[in-house]
C-alpha cells in the first residue's frame, strides 16, 4: 500500500527548500491512487457484506419456513 507523501512548500516562496513542480505532482498523483485504492477495496468488501446479509437473510426464512410447516404439522 501506497502511504500519503506530504508536498514541501519550502520555508519562503524560491527559497529552494521546497519540491519542484514535477515532484509535487508525482507525489499528488501516488496520494490520487492511494485513496482510489481504498475506495476500490471498501466498494468489495460492501459488496461482499451485502452479498452475505442477503444469504444469512434468506436463511431465516428458510428457518421460519421450516418452523411453521413443523407447526403446521404437530397440531
Known amino acids: 500500500m501506497i502511504e500519503q ?4 512548500t519550502g520555508l519562503v516562496p524560491n527559497d529552494g527548500t521546497g519540491d519542484t513542480i514535477r515532484v ?3 507525489k499528488t498523483n501516488n ?3 492511494e485513496i ?3 475506495i476500490a477495496n ?10 452475505n ?8 426464512a428458510y428457518s421460519v419456513v421450516n418452523t411453521s ?3 403446521t404439522n404437530s397440531s
Open 42 to 51: 471498501s466498494d468489495a468488501i460492501i459488496s461482499d457484506l451485502v452479498a
Open 53 to 60: 446479509a442477503g444469504f444469512v437473510v434468506a436463511n431465516q
Open 31 to 33: 496520494n490520487f491512487t
Open 24 to 26: 509535487s505532482f508525482q
Open 69 to 71: 410447516y413443523v407447526v
Open 36 to 38: 482510489y485504492s481504498a
Open 5 to 8: 507523501e506530504l508536498i514541501n
